[in-house]
């Protein structure tokens, strides 16, 4: 019933899209084939929240609990082994920045890569929290000050050892050309937890993530601890845009999440440049499609996630004043009748 189709950009829509540069992201190409005729059908003809009124999902007790094959497939929690106690990499506080040694690089396209920094023990974890992220820091021969950027990691968060990050190089961005030209042994300055959004089990009846490009790595976070613990409900719906299809990030890891969950999560692909075949979204993420896929917002406790480049928290939410003040809600969330506290912008 869930299978996948093309989610037609019609000409009347084109004209309300926003564009903007997305940086890469993850785009999976899961199983719902007929949401993208059925988004056709509701954007054309206007039909607001069409999707869910057809299908039922997002709806309370439309989706089942976890059955045995599902907790085999996402633990609720690793935990450390017995023999070895867990201890926190980072503690926050007036811990400062610590240095870690880059283990491994691994290339995921022409300007994303993927970097495995190993912790200080074998036996330790991050110690971030659900929604949380680190600081790098680096300082070149002729830099005046350092530069500072925060990053989420795409680990577990209870994996011990290491810290996976997931990083495009832009052009003349002084961290990541610095990340990608580091080779295995050189290290990197960290300092954390950040707090972000403070996550627990059934905060919400449902959240959306409207993510683009490597916007995708809180959503990726928050959507990853959801599911891996048996105990929470939450339905969660994935709005992800990219310019091109080798621009996806995390593909594998959606999709294993809406093939076991088909229920509970729903991913909605959209790239700028799609190939020749390409059979889910293509163009930008507009209101019409928001309207379409989102749950309506009087209906339950929703909450919205935002993460992406400037031109999308523009045109979707409104840009956030500093990382202390959401700044005002704007865009297409606040003209579909979200309110200020139902939007959180990463």
Known sequence: MFARQVFRSAQPLKQSVRR????????????NTAIYAVLGAAALGGGGYYYYQRTGFGKPGAYAPPSKDERKTVPSSPGPSASAPQTAAFSGGDQGFIDLKLESVENINHNTKKFRFALPNK???????IASALLTKY?????????????????????????DLIVKRYPNGPMSEHMHNMNPGQRLDFKGPIPKYSWEPNKHDHIALIAGGTGITPMYQLAR??????????????????????????????????NTYPQRFRAFYLLDKPPEGWAQGKGHITKELLKTVLPEPKEENVKVFVCGPPGLYKAVSGAKKSPSDQGELMGYLKELGYKQEQVYKF
């Open 123 to 129: 036996d330790d974890v991050s110690g971030l929290q």
């Open 20 to 31: 903007y540069a997305s940086p890469p992201g993850p785009a999976s190409g899961g199983s």
């Open 225 to 258: 601890a959801i599911f891996k613990n048996p105990n929470d409900k939450t339905k969660v719906t994935l709005v992800f845009g990219n310019i091109s299809e080798e621009d996806i990030l995390l593909k594998r890891e959606f999709e294993d999440l809406e």
């Open 139 to 163: 300082k070149g021969p002729e830099m005046e000050k350092p530069v500072i950027r925060p990053y989420t990691p795409v680990s577990d968060e209870d994996q011990q050892g290491y810290i």
